[in-house]
Nanobody, 127 residues
Framework: QVQLVESGGGLVQPGGSLRLSCTASGFSLDIYTIGWFRQAPGKEREGVSCQSPADLSTYNEASVTGRFTISRDNARNTVFLQMNSLKPEDTAVYYC????????????????????WGQGAQVTVSS
């Protein structure tokens, strides 16, 4: 059974950090393009950070560039999103996703609806 399970969400103060994890089962992430998406209340879902498998090229949405970092640990079949300098506007439900490895990171984050999704993790940035 193909599954993505997320962990690591929570409440953090502005300026703080969180790391989200997403572990896959039923398939190997090392050949998939991976990504993190988020959806805030009343807003459309947006691609935050995506990474292709071949050369690990990465796309980051403009508002998170320099603050968020996507990475993968193929041995653990896990994807991470390190979030630093968090702002209240980063508050959202964050979803990890995966799709075929031929998909570029930019395309996955901006144009596509990935095939596999995690259940979502709430991130709240508030003082």
């Amino acid at each position: 059974q193909v599954q993505l399970v997320e962990s690591g969400g929570g409440l953090v103060q502005p300026g703080g950090s969180l790391r989200l994890s997403c572990t896959a089962s039923g398939f190997s992430l090392d050949i998939y393009t991976i990504g993190w998406f988020r959806q805030a209340p009343g807003k459309e879902r947006e691609g935050v950070s995506c990474q292709s498998p071949a050369d690990l090229s990465t796309y980051n949405e403009a508002s998170v560039t320099g603050r968020f970092t996507i990475s993968r640990d193929n041995a653990r079949n896990t994807v991470f999103l390190q979030m630093n300098s968090l702002k209240p506007e980063d508050t959202a439900v964050y979803y990890c996703a995966a799709d075929r490895g031929s998909l570029t990171a930019h395309t996955m984050c901006t144009l596509s609806s990935p095939r596999y999704w995690g259940q979502g993790a709430q991130v709240t940035v508030s003082s």
